[in-house]
């Protein structure tokens, strides 16, 4: 169980890091904050966007946060998270992380797995 909250930003950042070779793209890479876009003109929400936000995380002074942009896009993909994961939501997009074990990391992998289904489906990426 990690509760080091470089360590824990460290451990998701791994996680998201390989997305970045498969259409997304980093705007902050830094060590306390990592995101990924996708630089695709698009069309999303009735509009022309030139860019997708998919995910991110940075370290908070209470919490690690993990942002996952695909609810925005399809609020089902709530129903992806497990209960563990969605015990830690707070608002629509963002998890509050304070403790990461295994299982924990491995249903952020899942949702991330969906998102990026989600977004290669809609042509978002």
Not at 17 to 38: C, H, K, V
């Given at each position: 169980?990690?509760?080091?909250?470089?360590?824990?930003?460290?451990?998701?950042?791994?996680?998201?890091?390989?997305?970045?070779?498969?259409?997304?793209?980093?705007?902050?890479?830094?060590?306390?904050?990592?995101?990924?876009?996708?630089?695709?003109?698009?069309?999303?929400?009735?509009?022309?966007?030139?860019?997708?936000?998919?995910?991110?995380?940075?370290?908070?002074?209470?919490?690690?946060?993990?942002?996952?942009?695909?609810?925005?896009?399809?609020?089902?993909?709530?129903?992806?998270?497990?209960?563990?994961?969605?015990?830690?939501?707070?608002?629509?997009?963002?998890?509050?992380i304070k403790k990461l074990d295994e299982s924990l990391l491995a249903h952020i992998e899942d949702a991330l797995a969906e998102g990026y289904r989600l977004y290669k489906e809609k042509g978002w990426v």
């Amino acid at each position: 169980m990690k509760t080091d909250f470089i360590e824990i930003f460290q451990t998701i950042r791994a996680v998201l890091q390989p997305y970045a070779t498969l259409g997304f793209n980093n705007r902050i890479n830094s060590e306390t904050n990592y995101d990924l876009w996708s630089d695709m003109e698009v069309v999303a929400f009735g509009k022309k966007r030139n860019e997708m936000y998919f995910a991110a995380v940075t370290i908070r002074k209470d919490y690690v946060g993990f942002y996952y942009m695909p609810v925005y896009a399809e609020p089902e993909m709530k129903n992806v998270f497990d209960p563990a994961l969605l015990k830690l939501l707070k608002g629509k997009s963002c998890f509050h992380i304070k403790k990461l074990d295994e299982s924990l990391l491995a249903h952020i992998e899942d949702a991330l797995a969906e998102g990026y289904r989600l977004y290669k489906e809609k042509g978002w990426v």
